[in-house]
């Protein structure tokens, strides 16, 4: 049971390049976000989904979109990147969205773009 | 939504309890607290959450005042590997059903040797 996984863990971008971020969960749970945080600061929610095949914008959504074709995977693209999105990108799971109920966060992935 | 409000650094003695507040004096009714820390690089760690009892697991105790408008993480014996970054979190109505947490800066928690 690896729980919450993210390919790749680093990444070095030039402006204008496109990637996409991949978060993989194996706990069979409805709820997948992505967040970014940067320097002393918190998560920003980035996107979120609700279960297989939607999404739904979170705080921070420009210049990202995201897709949910199956539901263990969600993934982040970014088609034109640019220096403001360098920071630490953090997907998480949890089985429900309401409360109580938990996230689970992968290790996250580390973009630089220059 | 309600905001809460966190000191932004502390210190504890290795093996002594720490004791983290936080303040969200204007929480609703159906909003929980949720703590979650986060250790160095590494993605955050749900710790524990509550309502309106005082809640206890295996790794912290959370106690919440009557009037919910504050509440104390209490780690009970702090170690080296529990420095980390502690947020204190009012589970967000965004409308529809929708919840989301909303991380704010936290608290920087060293554990002193």
């Known amino acids: 049971n690896a729980g919450v996984t993210q390919t790749p863990k680093f990444r070095v971008l030039k402006t204008g390049q496109s990637m996409t971020l991949l978060c993989a969960q194996d706990m069979n749970h409805e709820y997948m976000y992505w967040y970014r945080q940067d320097p002393g600061m918190g998560l920003r929610l980035i996107h979120y989904?609700?279960?297989?095949?939607?999404?739904a914008k979170g705080e921070v959504p420009d210049g990202y979109n995201v897709s949910r074709l199956k539901k263990q995977n969600f993934l982040l693209g970014l088609e034109s990147a640019a220096p403001s999105q360098t920071s630490v990108y953090f997907c998480?799971?949890?089985?429900?969205?309401?409360?109580?109920?938990?996230?689970?966060f992968g290790p996250g992935t580390r973009l630089t773009v220059l | 939504d309600a905001k809460t409000t966190q000191p932004p650094s502390m210190d504890c003695a290795e093996g002594r309890a720490a004791n983290l507040p936080c303040n969200h004096s204007?929480?609703?009714?159906?909003?929980?607290v949720y703590w979650y820390r986060q250790i160095h690089s590494q993605g955050p760690q749900y710790i524990i959450h509550g309502l309106k009892n005082n809640e206890t697991n295996e790794m912290a105790s959370l106690i919440i005042t009557e009037d919910r408008k504050s509440s104390t993480l209490i780690l009970p014996h702090a170690t080296l590997r529990d420095t980390a970054v502690y947020y204190c979190i009012v589970s967000r109505n965004s409308g529809a059903g929708s919840y989301q947490l909303t991380f704010g800066k936290g608290t920087k928690l060293s554990v002193i040797p």
């Open positions: 204007t929480i609703s009714g159906n909003e929980y």
């Open positions: 998480a799971s949890s089985y429900s969205e309401g409360p109580p109920d938990t996230q689970y």
């Open positions: 989904s609700v279960g297989e095949g939607t999404t």
